[in-house]
């Protein structure tokens, strides 16, 4: 089992920055490819960024890439989420994501992953 608890999100204004946290707690964090996604109203959830289990490899959607970056502190069970030059389109519920039989990333779809956080809420004012 593994339990993942994300934090950060916001109302920030076009071109602003935000860092989402996500706390993970039970399997050994260390040995999986984490993942973001997020889901607009009226939209799938979609893959937003991937790290793999060491912190090294990064994958990125083309709609976020250059302006978001995925990172992993395994020391702390965390994997962040850095998005700078926010647009009113990246609003939506963004999604932590733990993918354990994969310790490489690429763009996940939805139903590869094992478990699924909260979600917390970024709005993008223009």
């Known amino acids: 089992q593994v339990q993942l608890v994300e934090s950060g999100g916001g109302l920030v204004q076009a071109g602003e920055s935000l860092r989402l946290s996500c706390a993970a707690s039970g399997r050994s964090f260390s040995s999986y490819a984490m993942a973001w996604f997020r889901q607009a109203p009226g939209k799938e959830r979609e893959f937003v960024a991937a790290v793999s289990w060491i912190g090294r490899s990064t994958v990125y959607a083309d709609s976020v890439k250059g302006r978001f970056t995925i990172s992993r502190d395994n020391a702390k069970n965390t994997v962040y989420l850095q998005m700078n030059t926010l647009k009113p389109e990246d609003t939506a519920v963004y999604y932590c994501?733990?993918?354990?039989?994969?310790?490489?990333?690429?763009?996940?779809?939805?139903?590869?992953?094992?478990?699924w956080g909260q979600g917390t809420q970024v709005t993008v004012s223009s």
């Open positions: 994501a733990a993918v354990l039989s994969v310790s490489t990333p690429r763009r996940f779809r939805w139903d590869e992953i094992d478990y």
